[in-house]
């Protein structure tokens, strides 16, 4: 595991780099007090999670956060500020999560524990067998499954596989890791809805997804609840 922390204030940044390396010993940490010197070392090599303060001089933590959408791999960014007013406006570049500087010991181990339970979620892996061959999807590549028939049909980023199997098999084997059945021939990646309709789901690849009348309320009760999370 890959973190970067950035803060001018050299105080903070050690105790946030002490606390984490009591937590995560096994991390490899990197500190930095400028957000330039930051931005310079993303551009080379990205990080799995990135503390990030938001009241810096010449590139505050905002503006560094305009840019992170440029990587390939983007890292989980945590805020981490004593400017509490701050923390709406900073809404808009989707924050993972946010550390009060004024709280920081307290609230820096619970952080970290969702990072890490953030991390694997995002790494496991779904094995589909198809004929002459064994593919396994990232799940947070998948868009939606779509039922088929005897067949599914899951839908990744890149490009659609069909193997044989049943909707509620998968239901039941992923509905712990953000999958949600909102049709009964559709089982969608929470993550990737963009837009919740009346009747249907835009995704963030542009795909629209129905939404079965049985399965309205229980639609619109989970995503609301992911989208406060």
Not at 108 to 129: G, Q, S, V
Not at 166 to 194: C, I, P, S, W, Y
Request: aromatic share 8%; net charge negative.
């Amino acid at each position: 595991m890959n973190i970067y922390i950035c803060d001018d204030e050299p105080a903070i940044l050690n105790l946030i780099n002490e606390t984490i390396s009591s937590y995560v010993p096994d991390a490899s940490v990197w500190t930095f007090t400028s957000g330039i010197e930051l931005v310079e070392r993303l551009q080379m090599n990205s990080c799995d999670i990135l503390f990030l303060d938001i009241d810096m001089p010449v590139l505050g933590g905002m503006d560094i956060a305009k840019q992170l959408h440029i990587l390939d791999v983007k890292p989980l960014l945590v805020f981490v500020t004593s400017h509490d007013e701050l923390v709406y406006e900073s809404l808009q570049y989707h924050p993972f999560g946010f550390i009060r500087k004024t709280h920081l010991l307290d609230e820096m181990e619970h952080m970290l524990l969702d990072c890490k339970e953030e991390l694997h979620a995002k790494n496991r892996h779904f094995c589909i067998k198809m004929t002459g061959q064994d593919v396994k999807l990232l799940l947070s590549d998948i868009l939606y499954f779509e039922a088929d028939s005897n067949y599914l049909k899951v839908y990744t980023k890149e490009m659609m596989y069909r193997f044989r199997s049943t909707l509620t098999a998968v239901e039941n084997t992923l509905q712990q890791d953000g999958f949600l059945r909102v049709h009964k021939g559709f089982l969608v990646n929470v993550d990737m809805v963009k837009v919740l309709k009346k009747d249907e789901l835009e995704l963030l690849s542009g795909a629209h997804v129905p939404i079965g009348k049985s399965y309205a309320d229980v639609t619109k009760k989970k995503l609301l609840e992911s989208m406060r999370m």
